[in-house]
């Protein structure tokens, strides 16, 4: 196809080096234009700051997608809302104290896109002629029905939303804090709209493949960071760091890190500093001896000053890109399973399933600052084998002919 143009629709952007999914669609958008595509980029209600900064990443800027003010959903939509609400009320009467089913705080799939989108996208695809248009988010794949047969549709799903909010209660979520959940057929039903499915880590990839039985093309492309290793700093006492967003996961996970785990590492003779910055600085209380950086401009900040890493993420679907950004940064790792998750054993990420475990890992690495060096230069130099075969998976899915489509789904 020699037209190289591909439209980007997304309600993510570039934005703080503390949100993974920012970071890796600043990753994957560097790697687009690397492997020779000119970027036409449609946000979909993006922040002023994700705007002014995603504007740098493309070669054009062509639609801003918003929300209308007081813009109500359909009224079929609504009317399902108010059923499924009025659902969970009465079974909560009638069977009090049991546990709710898997599908709590499910909802439609359209439920995120407004329909005033549709003749938007149209006349953007009448201007255009795009042949290839890529979407962020399963939950805006309604956007692939203004596109022929001749178009490419790449549905790029950074996560797994089949009943995520029943995995986000099991982690014991306030329900204030859940997201997009879904129903497994409306998940299959947004997969099916697309042509090729971009799954970020090889178990999700797995799971795509099965729920849309084989009909769609799906390749992983998750370990996109490039590999930047600093410099360590010269430092009396090592610092352990940890760089994240205010995610009510991230909080669940740096608690049991602070209640469980630190006061082992103490305990046990260990001597060095925690150094915690990202948005989650805002979001929850902290010891004394936590030094706090607040929102820091630049990703590097943390990482020039850290010995290593911890990730201590007790569930969550995805890729877990603070263990990818801190191998590509040349910083050992210590985490959990679920920080691991999809991925291979790696050089330098150390993983520990029970507090004492990780209390051990923590501690070797305080008391070897050399080896804590060595296996972040070895976690770089894996990470840039895994670059490679992510940018290849992402060029097939980009070259695959229109005519490799298979037949369209179901409406």
């Keep these: 196809m020699t037209d190289r143009r591909l439209l980007v629709i997304s309600r993510i952007g570039v934005g703080p080096p503390y949100a993974g999914n920012r970071s ?13 595509f000119e970027l036409h980029f449609a946000g979909v209600d993006l922040s002023a700051e994700e705007k002014r900064e995603t504007r740098k990443a493309v070669d054009r800027w062509i639609h ?3 929300w209308p003010p007081g813009g109500r959903r359909p009224l079929a939509a609504r009317v399902r809302q ?24 499910n909802r439609p799939l359209d439920d995120w896109f407004h329909p005033s ?34 178009c490419l549709k790449i549905l790029d799903c950074h996560d797994v939303f089949t009943d995520r909010n029943a995995l986000l209660q099991r982690a014991q979520l306030d329900p204030e804090d859940f997201w997009i959940s879904l129903n497994q057929g409306d998940e299959c039903r947004g997969l099916r709209r697309s042509d090729v499915i971009l799954g970020i880590q090889e178990r999700e ?3 795509f493949q099965r729920l849309t039985h084989g009909r769609r093309v799906v390749r992983t492309v998750g370990h996109i960071i490039p590999s930047d290793p600093l410099p360590f700093a010269e430092a009396r006492v090592p610092v352990v760091g940890y760089l994240a967003s205010a995610n009510p996961l991230n909080r669940v996970g740096l608690r049991w890190f602070l209640e469980q785990v630190w006061p082992l590492v103490r305990k046990r003779g260990g001597v060095g500093r925690l150094v915690v910055a990202g948005g989650i600085c805002e979001a929850m209380p902290f010891p004394e001896e936590v030094e706090l950086l ?24 995805g890729l877990k890109i603070k ?5 590509a940064h040349g910083r050992a790792i210590v985490t959990t399973p679920a920080g691991v998750e999809g991925m291979a054993l790696t050089p330098g990420v150390s993983v520990a399933g029970t507090a004492d475990d990780f209390a051990e890992a923590v501690l ?4 070897d600052p050399a080896a804590a060096r060595k296996a972040g230069v070895a976690a770089a130099e894996h990470l840039d084998g895994l670059r490679h075969e992510a940018r290849e998976a992402l060029l097939e899915a980009l070259d695959t002919p229109p005519v490799q489509r298979f037949r369209p789904a179901f409406r």
């Excluded at 070797?364 to 008391?367: E, G």
């Design 117 to 150: 989108w549709l003749p938007e996208a149209r006349r953007l695809q009448r201007a255009g002629n795009y042949r290839r248009v890529l979407v962020s988010y399963v939950t805006h794949s309604a956007f692939f029905e203004v596109f022929d047969s001749r």
């Design 364 to 367: 070797a690495y305080l008391r």
């Design 323 to 327: 263990t990818v950004e801190a191998m």
């Design 24 to 36: 890796r669609m600043a990753a994957l958008l560097d790697d687009l234009r690397a492997l020779g």
């Design 294 to 317: 607040g929102v820091v401009p630049s990703a590097r900040d943390i990482y020039q000053l850290s010995l290593f890493m911890i990730n201590p993420m007790r569930t969550g679907t």
């Design 82 to 105: 108010r059923l499924g609400r009025a659902l969970q009320g009465l079974r909560r009467r009638c069977w009090p104290g049991r546990e709710p089913g898997p599908s709590i705080g």
């Design 64 to 66: 801003d997608f918003v």
């Design 205 to 207: 990839s797995s799971y």
